[in-house]
């Protein structure tokens, strides 16, 4: 397995990606091949969907001012995190974590002011799945290559410091990979049945690209066979089954 | 970044696993430089250590039969996760999260019945940080190279589905990147300023380990720069700082 991050210019609104990574594969002469998967993180997901939020746009509402009081946020951003969620999970003091619209339970609804210009900060991207499937079709249809793309972004997680990769979006590849009913090397049926597979990948190339910040926000993953019609909602806990919630 | 994954004979109580390392290095004419990490899989430093446990040897006290009739366990294997935990976290039907001795929160104190004989189950390693420190410092004395040791188990999760790798031993690398005070590409503080790397390391191996079952519970990792003291035990989050718990 091997992992090669890829640089690209900055993007903007409109921008078409599939368009822009071909354009780097071809100058850095990097052919891909069937199995291969793309990586690409939320980040300039959201900035090609436009999903910049200006602050002085936000107007909060008394349910958002109240909770940044509690919880000594911006009101406007507290806000932008109501609206981007159908759930609030737990708040306390400088957190909230919520249930976002596509169902992702994360901190501050996955919205972020780090790599954006100031004043302005960056909503998750719209519907990843799609977006991911939208790339790896443009993708394939250039190459005439199977491919995975996976769209990640990075979490924290109860019990543990530290945030690890999560795909948010995925196409083309098996996401969580169901194990149940093979054995083992003595013959006894496994126990660990399911590997969150688009997981490992997105925490996989988190080291590669540094959490985005870097400069690096794709890479290519050769060496793998998870072809598969996967998605990264595939990957969610259903509420009622979360036995943390 | 590339991973190479390590197929080694079957390992047995009492045995050398960093001179079986070596010796598999040696065979495959693989180098190790200066960085590389080498990760194992839990399974295997268990074996070494003598971690089987034979299940009719164990006696339950009457707190593991009443947990044992709660959860629909064997009473025997919840005398054992109850040995191997300081605090029990959450229980139902077919399920116990514990903290174990460790620190580490996980279902079932991290006892597994696949991958070894009938009628046995296997504990977690004894001090897995000092474990990998050992086999740290066994290959580098040997190779004159610096090189990483992260000993891996692979976990569920609360909130998302399937199971992701974690570091439950490291030596000789960073674990937890801490980039507070750093900017990003606009100049602006980073958010995300924790990044756990060790678990990422762990996960990324899961891809090609496929969870240790597949008769490859090592793999080398080349092409990152982590070099440094941090252990796994500084992936743990304390009780007391942990909304969830």
């Known amino acids: 397995m091997e992992i090669i991050g890829l640089k690209l210019p900055m993007i903007k609104e409109g921008d078409d990606l599939a368009q822009i990574i071909l354009s780097v594969l071809e100058n850095i002469d990097l052919a891909l091949e069937d199995d ?5 993180t939320e ?3 959201s900035k090609s969907q436009g999903r910049l939020v200006d602050l002085e746009t936000v107007v909060p509402t008394v349910e958002a001012k109240k909770l940044a009081d509690a919880t000594e946020k911006d009101p406007r951003i507290v806000e932008l995190i109501l609206q981007e969620s159908r759930e609030i999970v737990l708040t306390g003091p400088n957190f909230i974590i919520t249930e976002t619209l596509d169902g992702f339970v994360c901190a501050n609804a996955g919205i972020d002011s780090s790599n954006v210009v100031e004043g302005k900060v960056k909503l998750l991207p719209l519907d990843p799945d799609r977006a991911a ?11 005439g290559k199977h491919i995975g793309v996976v769209i990640s972004d990075s979490f924290g997680r109860p019990f ?4 690890v990769g999560v795909a948010i979006g995925a196409s083309g590849l098996t996401t969580l990979w169901d194990r149940r009913g093979e054995t083992d090397l003595y013959g006894r049926t496994l126990e660990s049945t399911r590997v969150a597979v688009a997981d490992c990948i997105a925490s996989a190339v988190n080291l590669v690209t540094g959490d985005g910040s870097e400069g690096i926000p794709v890479a290519v993953i050769k060496g793998l066979k998870f072809t598969g019609t996967g998605r990264a909602l595939d990957l969610i806990r259903e509420k009622e089954e979360d036995k943390f919630r």
């Open 36 to 40: 291969d998967i793309v990586l690409v």
């Open 43 to 45: 980040k300039i997901v």
């Open 133 to 143: 499937e939208d790339i790896r079709r443009k993708i394939e249809k250039t190459l």
């Open 160 to 163: 543990r410091l530290g945030s």
